[in-house]
């Protein structure tokens, strides 16, 4: 009975990077993210993925390996490998997974993983240009809470650009900030100072609140589960609660899979103000 039962509808990373199961469609289910830029302007580059947490960098980031693997480069999704809590483990995984698109892994590729900085940068350039075509590869991220982020970050997006124009490849890399926007800021002026590396930011906006409505009437309007509606001081109320707080799609997903349920709990035709007020006092709750 409640249109809202289950999760928000995320996007698994393609596993067969190949065989994408997403149409192009697909990702447009909310207009806050940029349009692609060329494949020409970014071959050879880093795209770095920036923007609120919620609001869709994987989504996308996924249209890009897509849209991008459709043009004739070779998509490789490694998202699915992280979130990783050190950069030096993620820096290891991705040199292996890259090594294995020429063949079977063996000791000596396990050992050549656990170098330092300088080497680890040297066998990404190498596996890049032996890996037997022009590659869009999407980065597994870094938790938002790691403390030696900040720290490696910057040389570390430096390091798969070189690999990148090398190769004529593209990386997709996801940055998740700690503080947004100013770890944001801190990073893009740090990464500015190189003039020799090509990396083109992406900032996914916010969902807007008239988006986050449209999103809302959608999945009531396309559920077969109409029993319950919502009563009209509850809808104007929720508009108002999306220009006010900082939902991005999940959460709001979340928060009318609640009020639903506390209607059909009573239970009650109509979600009302009674079944919506605990829920906005506990987002007041959760953002203090």
């Given at each position: 009975?409640?249109?809202?039962?289950?999760?928000?509808?995320?996007?698994?990373?393609?596993?067969?990077?190949?065989?994408?199961?997403?149409?192009?469609h697909d990702f447009l289910l909310f207009d806050n993210a940029?349009?692609?830029?060329?494949?020409?302007?970014?071959?050879?580059?880093?795209?770095?993925?920036?923007?609120?947490?919620?609001?869709?960098?994987?989504?996308?980031?996924?249209?890009?390996?897509?849209?991008?693997?459709?043009?004739?480069?070779?998509?490789?999704?490694?998202?699915?490998?992280?979130?990783?809590?050190?950069?030096?483990?993620?820096?290891?995984?991705?040199?292996?997974?890259?090594?294995?698109?020429?063949?079977?892994?063996?000791?000596?590729?396990?050992?050549?993983?656990?170098?330092?900085?300088?080497?680890?940068?040297?066998?990404?350039?190498?596996?890049?240009?032996?890996?037997?075509?022009?590659?869009?590869?999407?980065?597994?991220?870094?938790?938002?809470?790691?403390?030696?982020?900040?720290?490696?970050?910057?040389?570390?997006?430096?390091?798969?650009?070189m690999a990148a124009q090398r190769s004529k490849s593209v990386?997709?890399?996801?940055?998740?900030?700690?503080?947004?926007?100013?770890?944001?800021?801190?990073?893009?002026?740090?990464?500015?100072?190189?003039?020799?590396?090509?990396?083109?930011?992406?900032?996914?906006?916010?969902?807007?609140?008239?988006?986050?409505?449209?999103?809302?009437?959608?999945?009531?309007?396309?559920?077969?589960?109409?029993?319950?509606?919502?009563?009209?001081?509850?809808?104007?109320?929720?508009?108002?609660?999306?220009?006010?707080?900082?939902?991005?799609?999940?959460?709001?997903?979340?928060?009318?899979?609640?009020?639903?349920?506390?209607?059909?709990?009573?239970?009650?035709?109509?979600?009302?103000?009674?079944?919506?007020?605990?829920?906005?006092?506990?987002?007041?709750?959760?953002?203090?």
């Open positions: 009975m409640n249109p809202f039962a289950g999760g928000f509808d995320g996007m698994e990373p393609c596993w067969n990077s190949e065989s994408c199961p997403y149409s192009a940029p349009e692609p830029p060329p494949l020409e302007q970014v071959r050879g580059s880093v795209l770095l993925l920036a923007g609120s947490s919620g609001h869709g960098k994987s989504v996308y980031g996924h249209r890009l390996l897509h849209e991008y693997g459709a043009q004739g480069m070779k998509p490789f999704d490694l998202l699915g490998e992280g979130p990783f809590q050190q950069c030096l483990a993620r820096r290891r995984q991705v040199l292996l997974k890259l090594r294995s698109k020429n063949g079977p892994l063996d000791e000596e590729d396990m050992a050549n993983a656990q170098v330092d900085d300088a080497g680890w940068a040297a066998k990404l350039r190498n596996v890049m240009c032996g890996a037997g075509g022009e590659l869009v590869v999407r980065l597994p991220c870094i938790m938002q809470d790691t403390s030696d982020v900040e720290a490696r970050i910057g040389w570390e997006i430096l390091q798969y650009g990386f997709i890399y996801e940055y998740n900030a700690r503080a947004w926007p100013g770890d944001w800021e801190k990073l893009r002026k740090e990464i500015e100072l190189s003039r020799d590396v090509k990396v083109r930011s992406c900032v996914v906006d916010p969902v807007t609140p008239n988006e986050l409505w449209t999103y809302v009437k959608g999945v009531m309007d396309s559920s077969p589960h109409k029993q319950i509606t919502l009563d009209t001081d509850v809808a104007e109320w929720l508009k108002y609660i999306f220009g006010q707080c900082s939902l991005h799609p999940q959460s709001v997903h979340g928060l009318m899979r609640r009020i639903f349920n506390n209607a059909i709990a009573e239970p009650s035709p109509k979600v009302t103000l009674n079944h919506l007020m605990p829920e906005v006092i506990r987002i007041g709750g959760e953002a203090a």
